[in-house]
């Protein structure tokens, strides 16, 4: 069974860092888009940031353009989103998604597959 496990949240000031990651099992995602999401209290799940393992594509909201940046290492399986410059805005709860599909997507419903259980991110201003 194809799972993914989210670690690395926590409490944090605001303007500090944290980085998430997102660890895969029971398959090696060759070709699938990984996507980050995060949902605020009473707010819709939206997405953060993307990599396509078909193209090397990378694509960030424009929210988090400049202060975080996702990265891939297939010999663990593991994707990474390195957070900067936290924000107070950037509190909630961080879920990562994969799907074969061409290259990602920021949209959380193109991901069908598979997602992870989500990690806590609080910022604290």
């Known amino acids: 069974e194809v799972q993914l496990v989210e670690s690395g949240g926590g409490l944090v000031q605001a303007g500090g860092s944290l980085r998430l990651s997102c660890a895969a099992s029971?398959?090696?995602?060759?070709?699938?888009?990984i996507g980050w999401f995060r949902q605020a209290p009473g707010k819709e799940r939206e997405g953060v940031s993307c990599?396509?393992?078909?193209?090397?594509?990378?694509y960030y909201a424009t929210s988090v353009k400049g202060r975080f940046t996702i990265s891939d290492d297939r010999a663990k399986n593991t994707v990474y989103l390195q957070m900067n410059n936290l924000k107070a805005e950037d509190t909630g709860v961080y879920f990562c998604?994969?799907?074969?599909?061409?290259?990602?997507?920021?949209?959380?419903?193109?991901?069908?597959?598979?997602w992870g259980q989500g990690t806590l991110v609080t910022v604290s201003s």
């Open positions: 998604a994969a799907d074969l599909i061409f290259s990602c997507s920021l949209q959380p419903h193109r991901y069908r597959e598979v």
């Open positions: 029971g398959g090696t995602f060759d070709n699938y888009g």
């Open positions: 990599i396509g393992r078909s193209d090397d594509s990378t």
